[in-house]
């Protein structure tokens, strides 16, 4: 194969911009790491490619599209998708993957005038073919390591496919369980989902982007999604500054500072203005108060909808407005494949704004070593030997017997007995297996998860007999299979009920107004508690539910969200007590879909708070109903017990500059080892913004031998302290602090004082 290159092109290649022959060629060589270009480097070798491109290669670089046809069958859109990318007016594809596919598509890029390599991506939310518990089960493990392992596990097995770039992890703020998408997401704490998204950015990307184990991160959605009003997706939103800045800014900002590549936009208006077309969040915040080097990709046709918002007059007004105002990669709309060009050459958009975006995409091309070479990350080998790794299965399944939440164990009803001869195992999600999964995944093959039936099978072994009845549908009205059901429980020692949403009813476009369990499940439950056998309930979903017979009666309650592809084994080690659950709520549990929001972190004193039970006239307090959630933010049981004592402040006052020791004794008096995750919660009794009853400010997740105590210490600073007032000052008033540490939200074992002086 004999290639040739225009004469203009020939500096370039000598000096390494581009792709020689052989990467053209698809000929082996070794495959580096990590690009060891300098940052002045790369910044040179782009503007040495950006002079010889024309306006239509540089909005080319802007453009991504989905190549589920690509890769298919003969089509109309095949034909015209290969065509652009030919020509060079495609610049990231999603959609395509593995070795075969990615190597292919690549190889037509490099047919173009540049042969600039394309990026391929796709949304690898929790797993690529071995698949995590979804990212609010996995924040509910409050486990940061394990959870940047969770992404360390998915980017490899994504990059050893032929992947660059995954839409994740999404930081929004998610305090509405209506809202389906809080399943992506880390809860309702901004503390808590700064944390977990540095732990994604770094598990995902690395120290440095451009190791073949490893792929870009995209923080979502910039900015407020999770406030999207009454729970419904792709709606508008309108919060203060103040809240934007406190509350949903943190975990992006987060994100930014651990090097995230990438961010998205978001569908939903903020105070007016849809974010795709938000000047202050693109160009304000990121890009100029942040000064946030990477680039910003449209969510899926978002540019192209500034039009049904009405903010845009048209596609042409769309992608005028989306690019001035700081978005670089139009996701599908079309609008800058169409019209971007057009607007140029009218003098209606500056070329230097289409320069910059462009620059930012190659930059990022450059850094994974794809201009060094455009295949390092199709790789045969490494992709039967990543994607055949079992130590991916055994990381998914900690990952899911940390994510797990104990919600209720009376009378120890949990772990199972030893001398416990049949089981039955009832539900209509007692079997399923595609449901474990849940939303945003990315292997269809079933026969790759462990179904909860198959996981007590495997653990009971041969003196336990494991009875099974299917009992009911998750969301039909039938109760044509309660009385086998019934049956079945007699015949029992023990019921375990497996409960809760299929698969598609949490995720994006997927908002309920009613959260409560559907269908008859709660009456097969009652049916089954009639029995007087004991009953352990198993709930699944992606969201926060509301069962009330369910909390109220069940004997114990083992909260499993959707747990991966080996939420089954992981499930059955909890049961049998192989692993004492350890697992606290990212995010607060209501009694009714009439309390939302409840979110710990909006509860105020009010001018007039309720300050003791049955005290609710003219009182901020419903008539037929506790203000208190069923489950608050932080809960969760374990097999063993805690005691917190010996609270210690290293000093009573802080002055600027100083900071505070918090410590205390936490002992497992308990007869089993476990973990518990100590919170640390603080209150600004008086300040000139009001502000929440508690907030959370730190934690630590501690294991402990029964018997065994360790000091726990936490640093308060005057960071810690500080908040956003009315002008959006970031600072810290001085006065008395309350200080709160415990084991939930609502649980609190130790408070103390202390005072920031002037």
């Not at 100029?288 to 969510?299: I, L």
């Not at 004991?534 to 069962?547: D, N, T």
Request: aromatic share 8%.
């Amino acid at each position: 194969m004999t290639l040739s290159f225009p004469k203009p092109l020939l500096p370039l290649l000598l000096l390494g911009l581009l792709p020689g022959p052989a990467a053209v060629a698809q000929k082996k060589k070794p495959v580096p790491e990590a690009t060891t270009a300098s940052p002045a480097d790369i910044e040179q070798r782009i503007s040495a490619l950006l002079a010889q491109m024309t306006l239509d290669e540089k909005v080319g670089q802007l453009n991504q599209y989905s190549g589920r046809e690509v890769t298919g069958p003969a089509s109309d859109r095949k034909n015209t998708l290969l065509s652009s990318i030919r020509s060079g007016q495609v610049g990231s594809m999603l959609n395509v993957k593995g070795v075969k596919d990615t190597r292919e598509i690549q190889a037509v890029a490099l047919e173009s005038r540049l042969h600039i390599p394309l990026l391929f991506s796709l949304d690898v939310i929790h797993g690529y073919q071995t698949t995590f518990p979804i990212p609010l089960a996995e924040a509910a493990s409050w486990d940061l390591d394990a959870i940047r392992l969770g992404a360390h596990v998915a980017a490899k097995e994504a990059a050893a496919s032929g992947i660059h770039w995954t839409f994740a992890p999404m930081v929004d703020v998610g305090r509405d369980p209506r809202w389906g998408r809080v399943m992506e997401g880390a809860g309702e704490d901004t503390y808590l989902g700064s944390q977990i998204a540095k732990a994604r950015v770094l598990g995902f990307q690395g120290e440095k982007l451009g190791g073949t184990d490893a792929v870009m991160a995209c923080a979502k959605h910039f900015a407020a999604y999770g406030a999207a009003t009454a729970g419904r997706d792709y709606n508008a939103v309108d919060i203060s500054e103040q809240q934007l800045w406190e509350t949903y800014l943190p975990p992006f900002r987060a994100a930014a500072e651990a090097g995230v590549a990438t961010f998205m936009n978001s569908f939903n208006t903020l105070n007016g203005i849809p974010a795709t077309g938000n000047a202050y969040l693109q160009r304000d915040i990121l890009k100029g108060q942040w000064k946030y080097p990477g680039f910003v990709v449209s969510d899926w046709g978002s540019i192209g909808e500034l039009a049904n918002w009405g903010y845009a007059a048209d596609k042409t007004d769309a992608a005028q407005k989306a690019i001035t105002a700081g978005s670089d990669m139009d996701m599908e709309s079309d609008a800058y494949h169409q019209k971007l060009a057009q607007l140029v050459q009218a003098g209606k958009v500056n070329i230097s704004l289409v320069d910059e975006a462009v620059r930012r995409i190659l930059r990022k091309k450059f850094e994974l070593g794809l201009f060094d070479d455009p295949y390092r990350f199709s790789d045969e080998k490494r992709e039967k030997q990543v994607l055949s790794d079992p130590q991916n299965r055994t990381a998914a399944r900690q990952m899911a017997q940390k994510s797990l939440v104990l919600l209720k164990n009376e009378n120890a009803t949990l772990p199972l007995a030893k001398a416990l001869r049949r089981v039955a195992l009832i539900g209509p999600l007692a079997k399923a297996r595609r449901d474990l999964n849940g939303s945003w995944t990315v292997d269809t093959d079933t026969t790759r998860i462990t179904s909860l039936y198959d996981g007590l099978r495997q653990r009971a072994g041969k003196t336990t007999e494991l009875l099974y009845a299917k009992g009911c549908a998750v969301s039909d009205d039938s109760r044509a299979g309660f009385e086998q059901a019934v049956a079945t429980a007699k015949n029992a020692d023990l019921v375990i009920l497996t409960v809760g949403e299929a698969w598609d009813m949490s995720g994006e476009a997927k908002s309920r107004t009613d959260i409560h369990l559907p269908g008859v499940q709660e009456e097969l439950f009652k049916a089954l508690k009639a029995t007087g056998k004991p009953v352990a309930v198993v709930v699944f979903g992606g969201r926060p539910l509301i069962f009330d017979a369910i909390a109220e009666q069940a004997d114990a309650i083992l909260y499993a969200w959707w747990p991966g592809s080996e939420g089954g084994a992981a499930l059955a080690d909890v049961l049998y007590g192989d692993y004492n659950p350890a697992g606290k709520l990212p995010i607060t549990f209501p009694r009714s879909v009439g309390q939302i929001p409840i979110a710990y972190n909006q509860q105020y004193n009010t001018g007039r708070p309720v300050t003791k039970p049955g005290d609710i006239r003219y009182k901020s307090a419903y008539i037929d109903s506790p203000n208190t959630p069923r489950y608050a933010f932080g809960y969760g049981l374990s097999y063993t017990t805690f005691k917190y004592s010996d609270l210690k402040i290293s000093q009573a006052q802080l002055k600027a500059g100083e900071s505070a020791q918090v410590s205390f004794t936490l002992t497992n008096n308990g007869k089993v080892a476990g973990e518990e995750v100590a919170q640390l919660y603080l209150r600004d009794p008086v300040a000139s913004v009001a502000r929440p009853l508690r907030e959370l400010k730190d934690f630590r997740k501690i294991s402990l031998k029964p018997g065994e105590s360790k000091t726990v210490t936490f640093t308060i600073d005057k960071d810690k302290l500080a908040f956003y007032n009315s002008k959006l000052e970031w600072l810290a008033e001085p006065g008395k602090f309350n200080l709160m540490v415990g084991s939930a939200s609502d649980d609190i074992r130790l408070e103390g004082v202390l005072e920031l002086l002037p």
